[in-house]
């Protein structure tokens, strides 16, 4: 009779074994939810992120266009074999070339003009007010060069009219369609201008 109310007991313990397995289980599922879920959570912000960095490249502001002092915008004149030097065909693009350049240069100069009235202020801290008039006498300074420019452009047009435009006032020799197109308001053949400036160099030493 003892030993059968022993018995009982050890088929109890069995039982709650059995019953903190399943427990157990659980326990590694629960913890790799959290993990799952944070994954996701990030590749949505990386993604919220790069938009934000494009869109910032794209405010960078542009650099202000000035107005340069050689003309570029021109396709270059290709003569063809035995081609008379300075013919009409010639003077025509060039004509062209210095139209187009004065009429850019002129756009610049009412530009500067439309910008200093609109930037005009009267400002209280004298640090700005300094800092407004040197960018304006740069600029005024830059204009006045090219209204000096301009100027030139015109007499070279005049030059072309009465046909003596692509000759070097030194010498007299032609003074060359690449050079011309280089620099379409030279006077003065590539050597000549070479000693020109070897003299002006001797004069200012």
């Given at each position: ?14 039982a ?6 399943p427990?157990k289980?659980?326990s ?12 996701p ?8 992120a ?12 542009a ?7 050689e ?10 074999r ?5 013919n ?11 139209m ?18 609109d930037?005009?202020?009267?400002f ?7 800092t407004?008039?040197e ?11 090219e209204?000096k420019l ?5 007499s070279?047009m005049?030059?072309i009219?009465q046909?003596d435009?692509?000759?070097c ?10 050079r011309?197109e280089?620099r379409?308001t030279a006077?003065l053949?590539i050597?000549c ?13």
């Amino acid at each position: 009779m003892p030993t059968k109310a022993k018995a009982a007991p050890k088929t109890k313990t069995k039982a709650k074994a059995k019953a903190k397995a399943p427990g157990k289980a659980k326990s590694p599922a629960k913890a790799k939810t959290p993990a799952k879920a944070k994954a996701p959570a990030k590749a949505k912000a990386k993604a919220k992120a790069a938009p934000k960095k494009k869109a910032a490249a794209r405010k960078t502001p542009a650099r202000k266009a000035t107005a340069s002092t050689e003309f570029r915008n021109f396709v270059p004149y290709k003569p063809s074999r035995g081609e008379e030097y300075m013919n009409e065909q010639q003077r025509d693009h060039f004509r062209g070339i210095l139209m187009d350049w004065k009429s850019q240069l002129m756009q610049e100069v009412d530009r500067t003009v439309t910008h200093m009235k609109d930037e005009a202020a009267n400002f209280p801290d004298p640090a700005d007010r300094a800092t407004q008039e040197e960018e304006f006498s740069l600029e005024l300074r830059t204009r006045d060069r090219e209204r000096k420019l301009i100027k030139k452009i015109d007499s070279t047009m005049e030059r072309i009219e009465q046909d003596d435009y692509g000759f070097c006032d030194a010498c007299g020799v032609e003074i060359g369609i690449k050079r011309l197109e280089a620099r379409p308001t030279a006077s003065l053949c590539i050597d000549c201008k070479t000693l020109d400036e070897i003299k002006e160099k001797q004069e200012l030493g």
